[in-house]
């Protein structure tokens, strides 16, 4: 992710999420915090123009990645880019060294934990009325070995046919 994306990811969240990030919260994570990492995926759009269609957030917290923020357009899903954001930014993550990762996901977002439980995560914690909109718990999942060996490629064709 590059500064002139902002405005496209800014959009992007706001459309998908009911308390989306701020615009500041971007150019945070872009030029102040040393610990984070931004992914986007882009298409070639019909407007012969390249359009933000998924993108994550990432920090590193010592050993551990933490999975801040990762979405895909409505329009995009079901077509294997969350899979592959993922994986890229675990696969990233475990070059780094890191040896877990986690994130919180709404309780009812059934079908992002379905895709984080491919990759290995596991619930290990429910944070009560976590999200302000609707007071809706997440669930605190984690992946407690990430390594190159578990991001195998072989590991992610498997994921991806689930």
Excluded at 33 to 43: K, L, R, T
Excluded at 45 to 69: F, K, M, R
Excluded at 89 to 110: D, F, H, I, P, W
Excluded at 117 to 122: D, I, L, T
């Amino acid at each position: 992710m590059r500064r002139d994306d902002i405005d496209q990811v800014y959009a992007l969240e706001e459309r998908i999420f009911p308390t989306p990030w701020t615009r500041k919260s971007y150019e945070f994570e872009l030029e102040h915090n040393p610990s984070s990492e931004q992914w986007i995926i882009e298409v070639w759009a019909e407007q012969n123009e390249w359009l933000i269609v998924a993108y994550s957030v990432c920090w590193q917290l010592g050993d551990e990645l933490h999975v801040a923020n990762i979405a895909v357009a409505p329009k995009f899903r079901r077509r294997g880019l969350g899979r592959r954001l993922l994986h890229h930014v675990l696969a990233r993550a475990a070059e780094k060294g890191m040896k877990s990762a986690t994130l919180e996901v709404r309780s009812g977002n059934l079908a992002a934990q379905a895709l984080y439980a491919h990759f290995g995560f596991e619930v290990v914690g429910r944070r009560k009325r976590y999200y302000s909109n609707n007071r809706e718990d997440a669930l605190l999942m984690q992946l407690t070995h990430l390594d190159q060996q578990t991001l195998s490629f072989e590991q992610f064709r498997r994921a991806e046919q689930a």
